[in-house]
């Protein structure tokens, strides 16, 4: 991508400018002001004191070239920025499509009054006839525009953005060094870099010794956030749809705290970047071993979770788990090594589960009710709280049904699908539908038994 730089006006009749340019150029953009005032005396004998662009002059010279994308427009009223109206002219964009270029010669010769830029990007140059980046420039239409490509394409010119590849890579940088001090482990780094080459491994060359400078002050910001952990754990229980993971959300939300919601994966810390809060969504005892689940819930020692790149540690200040299975329920088995490490085993194991779990909310129906959760699994109620969300229950409706006239269709699909339609006319009018496959009406329904499908009309005679 060419470098953008600003502008450079060359007057066509500045000969000492237009020497210093170069013999080829593979974009031109030119102003032309329809009526010229001839200066040069030389010029004049041979033009006259003034010369005369029209449109079929810059068609002309159009048709001597193959393989480019050309763009012109005539700004016949345009305003200056002190309100002054501008002299008509013509702005002219083109360029190769191949890897030949324009003999400046050329141009001069077909155009030998007027203004010749350098160092406009293409873009920019056909965004610049409609005035798109200048509004206090007359407004013009991309219909005023006469092009030789298609509407698609010139909607792309018109619309694109150019950004500076200095900007560019300011940016690129900066995202990896905010990513880095938000807790990017450096394998995820050069899982990144291998990744995206084209966008991240230039800027790894460039400024490698201050990425590895940014890793050092990462890991001095996370040890000083490992010294301070003091956490609070939640557990809140209570059957689906009760609202459990939008009351843990608005725990979260209430404080002016960040959250990360997990899935009921073993990787549950996967999306983790430091949030405030870890909720532990649908949480079952199953998902975790014991003695792991222990070292995410110690509320004042850190050490790493088990994730995909690199162990994680929680570095926030609460710890959300929602689960349908009450906490009385988990990790039952405490005497067996079923469920339980060889190490966790027995009464004082569960003390340990049971001491790090501060309070338990249990959702049901309208209410929210708060318990104090001691070291022995003592629960005591402290609050019962209205819970919002369950006023949303009598609004709910219930599964739309699928139209029979649409399954209908589905199984006739079905049997052209598969080249048995003709049978399937016959299988439907002969005798092989009997029993639950019979079309149900008001008197003739059906339900299922353990035994089979039998008629409910008889049961209610029984």
Do not use: W
């Given at each position: 991508m060419p470098k953008l730089v600003k502008p450079k006006d060359i007057d066509l009749q500045n000969e000492k400018?237009?020497?210093?340019?170069?013999?080829?150029m593979r974009m031109v953009f030119m102003r032309l002001t329809v009526t010229n005032e001839v200066k040069n005396p030389e010029m004049i004998k041979k033009y006259g004191e003034t010369f005369t662009y029209t449109e079929e002059h810059i068609k002309e010279f159009l048709k001597r070239?193959?393989?480019?994308?050309?763009?012109?427009?005539l700004h016949a009223n345009d305003t200056n920025e002190l309100g002054?109206?501008?002299?008509?002219?013509?702005?002219?964009?083109?360029r190769y499509t191949t890897e030949s270029s324009f003999s400046f010669k050329a141009v001069k010769n077909a155009f030998p009054f007027g203004m010749i830029q350098v160092g406009r990007h293409w873009n920019s140059m056909i965004q610049y006839l409609i005035?798109?980046?200048d509004k206090k420039k007359t407004q013009h239409e991309a219909s005023e525009i006469v092009t030789n490509v298609d509407s698609a394409t010139l909607k792309f010119y018109l619309e694109s953005e150019y950004k500076d590849p200095k900007k560019i890579e300011e940016e690129t940088l900066?995202?990896?060094?905010?990513?880095?001090?938000?807790?990017?482990s450096k394998k995820e780094y050069y899982v990144m870099l291998d990744s995206d080459r084209e966008k991240y491994l230039p800027i790894h060359k460039k400024h490698a010794n201050k990425i590895n400078e940014f890793f050092k002050i990462q890991k001095t910001l996370f040890a000083e956030k490992v010294k301070k952990r003091d956490i609070q754990t939640v557990f809140i229980e209570g059957s689906a749809g009760s609202g459990k993971t939008a009351y843990a959300i608005s725990l979260a939300e209430s404080q002016g705290l960040t959250y990360?919601?997990?899935g009921s994966s073993n990787d549950v810390m996967e999306g983790y970047d430091n949030e405030d809060v870890l909720i532990i969504d649908d949480g079952r005892s199953s998902i975790f071993k014991f003695s792991d689940f222990l070292k995410i819930i110690d509320p004042h020692t850190s050490t790493g979770i088990k994730s995909r790149y690199n162990n994680k540690i929680f570095v926030g200040s609460m710890i959300i788990i929602t689960s349908y299975v009450p906490l009385y329920d988990w990790y039952r088995k405490c005497t067996d090594n079923e469920d339980m490490d060889k190490d966790y085993n027995g009464s004082s194991a569960r003390q340990q589960l049971d001491r790090r779990i501060?309070?338990?909310i249990?959702?049901?129906?309208?209410?929210?009710?708060?318990?104090?959760?001691?070291?022995y699994g003592e629960d005591t109620l402290i609050q019962r709280i209205p819970n919002a969300a369950y006023l949303l229950k009598s609004n709910k409706k219930p599964a739309k049904r699928v139209d029979r006239d649409v399954l209908l269709k589905a199984a006739d699909h079905l049997a052209k699908k598969l080249n048995v339609d003709e049978e399937y006319e016959k299988f439907k009018d002969g005798e092989y539908l009997k029993g639950p496959q019979r079309d149900c009406n008001e008197t003739d329904e059906w339900i299922y038994r353990s035994d089979g499908y039998v008629d409910i009309n008889e049961i209610i005679k029984k």
């Open positions: 400018a237009c020497n210093d340019l170069k013999d080829r070239y193959d393989c480019i994308e050309y763009f012109y427009i002054d109206i501008e002299q008509p002219h013509y702005h002219i964009c083109m005035h798109k980046n900066d995202e990896l060094l905010q990513m880095i001090l938000n807790g990017l990360y919601v997990t501060s309070t338990v249990s959702i049901d129906q309208a209410q929210i009710k708060v318990y104090n959760h001691d070291e």
